[in-house]
């Protein structure tokens, strides 16, 4: 079954303690996404890659950092969490970047479950 | 700063009635995505709106893109209950990167 996974998908820390939200996709997309979701923002992209070794900075990046080292995995990492980093993380992958190749089949993106994170 | 704006950011209609929901943009792309998202749940692709002039349909709800007006719509027709969820729409950076951004959201609750 072609899927998005999380791991995990709930996790209450404490500050400053290291932490990493693993991703896995298996439709061998090359774009990978990292989104956080707040009430009343919507969801705001973190970190994307286009391909291994390729990440780029979204909207709202500090304070994590992300790594691509294989095309299924892309791995959040939160160095040092704070409190106003929780919040509901999503994952997302797409054959191709959006926009990028005219066809809304490889231009979606699928989204893994959720993993809903707090930072005391 | 590429914005998307969605109205109304809450919508509840009883079943049968007919609404819209808009979305604003601020980019020039031509492209608009909408996703579902029932509570507690993830996102769901509807919609992959790729020109202007573009209109999609599945079931009840109908999509449509004006890329002049920077306008996305969506309607629902003849509303039931099992359409209440929320509502994203989205755009692409193209051109200017590879980001993708998405409104806050509209949640529609359909009452019976």
């Known amino acids: 079954e072609a899927q998005v996974t999380q791991n995990p998908r709930y996790l209450i820390t404490v500050t400053g303690k290291k932490l990493t939200v693993t991703c896995s996709q298996n439709?061998?997309?090359?774009?990978m996404s990292w989104y956080r979701q707040d009430p009343g923002l919507g969801l705001r992209q973190i970190y994307y890659?286009?391909?291994?070794?390729?990440?780029d900075k979204g909207d709202v990046p500090e304070g994590y950092k992300v790594s691509r080292k294989e095309k299924r995995n892309f791995p959040l990492i939160l160095e040092s969490p704070s409190p106003n980093q929780t919040s509901l993380y999503f994952c997302?992958?797409?054959?191709?970047?959006?926009?990028?190749?005219?066809?809304?089949?490889?231009?979606?993106?699928?989204f893994g479950p959720g993993t809903r994170l707090t930072v005391l | 700063e590429l914005k998307v704006e969605q109205n109304p950011l809450f919508l509840s209609m009883q079943e049968g009635k007919n609404y819209t929901i808009y979305c604003n943009y601020s980019t020039t792309s031509d492209r608009l995505y909408w996703y579902r998202q029932d509570p507690g749940k993830s996102l769901e692709s509807l919609f992959v709106l790729l020109s202007n002039g573009a209109v999609k349909q599945e079931g009840r709800l109908m999509a449509s893109l004006d890329t002049k007006a920077r306008l996305s719509t969506l309607h629902i027709t003849a509303a039931v209950h099992d359409l209440s969820a929320t509502y994203f729409c989205?755009?692409?950076?193209?051109?200017?990167?590879?980001?993708?951004?998405f409104g806050t959201g509209t949640s529609l609750t359909v009452i019976p």
């Open positions: 997302a992958s797409s054959l191709y970047p959006p926009g990028t190749s005219g066809r809304a089949s490889t231009d979606t993106q699928y």
């Open positions: 890659s286009m391909n291994v070794e390729v990440t």
């Open positions: 989205a755009v692409d950076s193209r051109g200017t990167g590879n980001q993708f951004y």
């Open positions: 439709m061998n997309h090359e774009y």
